[in-house]
């Protein structure tokens, strides 16, 4: 994906200190022609990353080593960022300033997780292209 004023590709921060859940989405960013930038598996990382990089969109882990990822959240949602959360916990795990904020529910799909990255770097999602143009896949 590349932005919309036609420069490089989507830079997207990936925070996550699973090794297998990284590559996961690290996969899937590829496929999507996005910049990965990381991914951070520490909260001193992840901040750093968060600070000093030119960022797209960001995928969140939300306990990492450290500690949990909410100074990144807050850093990234003063910088205009748009972010998820990934993580196995509800709403309810979440800080009020973050009840609502996009989630990608661990265990995720390849489909769950490739529309949210589409989501968060504002595209359209191939499934939803196919529903609006022939109705919705019947199995």
């Given at each position: 994906?590349?932005?919309e004023?036609?420069g ?14 990284s590559?996961t ?14 991914p ?11 600070r000093d990089?030119k960022?797209?969109?960001a ?9 949990n990822?909410?100074p ?13 959360f990934?993580?196995g916990?509800?709403d ?21 997780l ?5 989501s ?6 191939r499934?939803s292209l ?5 109705g919705?896949?019947?199995?």
């Amino acid at each position: 994906m590349t932005t919309e004023k036609g420069g490089g590709k989507q830079r997207v921060l990936v925070v996550e200190d699973e090794m297998l859940i990284s590559m996961t989405i690290e996969d899937a960013l590829t496929d999507l022609d996005c910049e990965i930038v990381g991914p951070a598996s520490t909260l001193d990382a992840a901040m750093k990353l968060a600070r000093d990089e030119k960022l797209d969109a960001a995928l969140l882990d939300v306990t990492i080593r450290g500690g949990n990822v909410f100074p990144v959240a807050e850093l990234l949602m003063k910088r205009g960022v748009p972010f998820a959360f990934s993580s196995g916990y509800g709403d309810w795990a979440l800080p009020e300033a973050f009840k609502g904020q996009r989630r990608l529910t661990k265990p995720f799909t390849g489909v769950e997780l490739e529309d949210m990255i589409r989501s968060l770097c504002d595209r359209p999602s191939r499934h939803s292209l196919v529903e609006r143009s022939v109705g919705p896949v019947r199995p």
